[in-house]
């Protein structure tokens, strides 16, 4: 009867403990789902954006093939019709009406031609002058910024935009969102070359690690409030050094969107981040996109 007990005790905790095991095992897989989910969202998101303007230039470029080729084909009918007419004075012969109409279908198809390729000629300037524009941004602000260390605060282009990245030691102590003095400084700076950037919209992204806040952590209750207050408190020093509100937008990532999805302490510290994107607006190019 013991020896049964002893048993069934010891078959009772191996169950307990697998069960344990599963849950933990539940609770890894959907973190790992929610991020790979949040991933494909913003990966599709970049992609669409990335290839819109490719596609209507694609088709553009399209149509301006087709419209000379339906050119080039009617402007060698109408040198056989003047070819043609010219026998026909010669011999004293008039021709039907064919050669006045063809006449007008090549002028009609040549100016539309031309209409075709003005606009193209217009979206190449402005996607020129738009890759222009990012690039300066980028320098206006790596030149602004050049007394940070490049481990706290990098600078790069990505998508046609510009990406300050700032790490959470240059701004913040650990699950504060109150900016330290230094990178108030660097804020600051910042918000200088954007007053001058008029046609630059801001976006505010905060980014935590994977590690839960503490509970009791006054005003917040998981990484998605701290992501989002800081956010909020980079955008409110911005807008106070003189950036209007109107172009600044903040925004909370939470977990999601890591560098380095690995646990060891170097990834964590690199996931904790604010990332501050610099998008020049594109209004004039959507108006001519809208128009084609």
Not at 198 to 215: I, L, S
Not at 238 to 262: H, I, K, M, N
Request: some cysteine.
């Amino acid at each position: 009867m013991k020896k049964n007990l002893i048993r069934a005790t010891v078959l009772l905790m191996a169950g307990s403990m697998s069960l344990s095991s599963c849950v933990v095992s539940k609770k890894k897989y959907d973190d790992l789902l929610a991020r790979k989910n949040a991933l494909e969202v913003d990966k599709s998101n970049l992609e669409q954006e990335k290839t819109s303007l490719e596609q209507q230039r694609a088709l553009l470029e399209e149509q301006k093939a087709n419209l000379e080729q339906e050119r080039a084909s009617l402007e060698k009918q109408r040198d056989e019709y003047q070819k043609n007419l010219q026998q026909a004075l010669k011999e004293g012969k008039v021709l039907g009406e064919n050669l006045t109409m063809s006449k007008t279908q090549i002028d009609k198809l040549s100016a539309d031609l031309k209409v075709r390729e003005e606009r193209l000629k217009e979206l190449q300037r402005i996607l020129d002058e738009k890759d222009k524009a990012v690039k300066d941004l980028r320098t206006r602000v790596t030149n602004a910024l050049l007394g940070f260390n490049d481990k706290d605060l990098t600078v790069n282009i990505r998508n046609g935009k510009v990406y300050v990245s700032l790490a959470e030691q240059l701004l913040f102590n650990s699950g504060s969102t109150k900016v330290d003095p230094k990178g108030v400084d660097a804020l600051k700076k910042l918000a200088q070359v954007l007053k001058e950037q008029q046609d630059v919209n801001v976006v505010v992204e905060g980014h935590t690690d994977d590690v839960p806040m503490a509970k009791g952590t006054v005003g917040m209750q998981d990484n998605w409030d701290l992501s989002v207050l800081r956010a909020t408190e980079i955008t409110r020093i911005l807008t106070q050094a003189g950036v209007q509100g109107e172009r600044v937008t903040p925004s909370g990532r939470s977990l999601y969107v890591p560098l380095d999805v690995t646990k060891t302490k170097e990834a964590r510290q690199k996931n904790r981040r604010t990332e501050i994107i610099l998008t020049p607006k594109l209004d004039e190019l959507f108006q001519i996109l809208e128009s084609a």
